[in-house]
């Protein structure tokens, strides 16, 4: 284990890094808070999953169609010229939303509010990926950066759900979406405080031309993504209602955190290993693994059970995420990173905004158990997707497999 973690220290050691990371991080809370504290809201007023997952389904597709343009925005203009009004505009939505919908205002209110939120929703994670790429450049320090953000946004996706049902069901339903919006304001204004570690703007003719998706290997990556996003969106929404379903709803959070604690700790020996496969291999294994692990869910009884199982469904998570992202950075030129990056996070966000509807639909006329068939189903496109396009991926990232 010291030999894993002595990358993560010298990674550390960079100035400025911990700082402008630890911004960060707290900044992206809320995408670990966001989708569940909609689904908990909604659900407290209306009852009905499929309403819920719905509504949480448009917040993040509207995002995910937004956020690249917001990034071609920051890589043009600059992240506080772009990160900060933004962070106001979506506030100002965001608040609306959780007025409208504890006032018990008509379904279509909630759907265009939600959507108003998502629209200007920032994509931090890809701004501090940016970061690093700006101040260490390419090369295995930057695959540790990659791995090292990994494993904070697994931590994430532990503490957050744990803290958004603590305070949706033991406080206020509203409590977890406004501690979200608040970890959003605070984080962003020390992010943007940071400025050694800003990547400068890029030249106005650098953006000009078509969009990164254009570039080759891209639109595999991003396809791949969305089926990966897929497995999300229906593990959480059959996680959420087997919880419910089993009468214990407040198990949701810990049960979710298991899932990420898997990938977290996944994510964390990637991050510390010396990898003689290519980026691409890694990619396709890691959606592998995600796949038959997540299978066994729809057989689960019993929530110790599940939480074991979920433990070990997020092995595959990190890895998949990490080599995806970091062969993004090897198919874009380096003046488009934050768009490049943000594309496939928005595939990932696609993906659980498509399949989170349809996983909550199965819930409440089937049962939770049917639905985690959901993300079984995602896991093997993404597999499938994978497999016929492994020789063109392997050339467009320039990589030699071992």
Same mark, same amino acid.
């Given at each position: 284990?010291?030999?894993v ?16 990371? /630890?911004? *960060? ?11 569940? &504290? ?5 659900? /407290?007023?209306? +009852? ?18 937004a ?5 071609? =925005? ?11 009004p ?37 994509s931090v ?12 450049g ?21 503490? +957050? ?10 406080? $206020?339903?509203?409590? *977890? ?16 405080? @940071?400025? $050694? ?9 650098? @953006? ?9 290997g ?13 497995v999300? &969106? ?7 209602g087997?919880?419910?379903q089993?009468? @214990?709803?407040?198990? /949701? +959070? ?16 990637y ?7 290519? =980026?691409?291999?890694?990619? #396709? ?55 490049? #990056? ?8 696609? +993906?659980?905004? =498509? ?24 896991g ?13 991926? @392997? ?6 497999? /071992?």
């Amino acid at each position: 284990m010291p030999g894993v973690l002595r990358p993560y220290r010298e990674l550390l050691a960079t100035p400025g890094g911990l700082a402008f990371s /630890a911004a *960060g991080f707290v900044a992206r809370m809320p995408i670990s808070m966001m989708g569940l &504290g909609i689904v908990l809201l909604v659900v /407290a007023h209306t +009852g009905r999953y499929g309403i819920a997952g719905a509504v949480s389904a448009t917040f993040a597709l509207v995002n995910a169609l937004a956020a690249p343009l917001i990034a071609r =925005l920051v890589d043009r203009l600059g992240q506080r010229r772009v990160l900060l009004p933004s962070v106001a505009v979506h506030a100002v939505w965001l608040i609306g939303f959780i007025v409208l919908t504890s006032r018990d205002a008509p379904t279509w209110m909630l759907f265009l509010t939600a959507a108003g939120a998502g629209l200007f929703a920032p994509s931090v994670g890809s701004m501090v990926r940016a970061r690093w790429g700006y101040v260490l450049g390419s090369g295995p320090r930057l695959d540790t950066a990659y791995s090292f953000e990994a494993v904070l946004d697994e931590f994430i996706f532990v503490l +957050g759900p744990l803290l958004v049902t603590v305070l949706a069901t033991q406080v $206020a339903e509203q409590a *977890g979406l406004g501690t979200a919006l608040v970890f959003l304001v605070i984080g962003s204004l020390a992010l943007t405080a @940071h400025r $050694a570690s800003e990547p400068p703007p890029s030249p106005v003719h650098e @953006h000009q031309g078509p969009s990164v998706l254009r570039a080759p290997g891209m639109a595999i990556v991003v396809t791949t993504m969305v089926f990966v996003g897929g497995v999300f &969106g229906g593990v959480e929404i059959s996680t959420i209602g087997f919880a419910d379903q089993s009468g @214990h709803p407040s198990l /949701a +959070g810990p049960l979710l955190a298991c899932y990420a604690g898997g990938s977290m700790v996944a994510g964390l020996v990637y991050g510390g290993l010396h990898w003689r496969w290519s =980026l691409t291999r890694r990619f #396709l294994t890691g959606a592998f693994a995600m796949t038959v692990t997540t299978a066994a869910l729809p057989f689960v009884r019993e929530p110790a059970v599940l939480a074991l199982l979920l433990v070990v469904a997020g092995i595959g998570i990190a890895p998949t995420l990490i080599s995806g992202l970091s062969l993004v950075e090897r198919l874009v030129p380096p003046g488009q990173v934050t768009e490049g #990056l943000t594309w496939a996070t928005t595939g990932v966000v696609v +993906g659980l905004s =498509l399949a989170s509807p349809v996983a909550g639909r199965v819930v409440d006329e089937t049962g939770a158990r049917q639905a985690f068939v959901v993300g079984a189903g995602s896991g093997a496109a993404a597999v499938l997707v994978g497999l016929l396009s492994f020789r063109r991926l @392997h050339r467009a990232s320039g990589l030699r497999d /071992a």
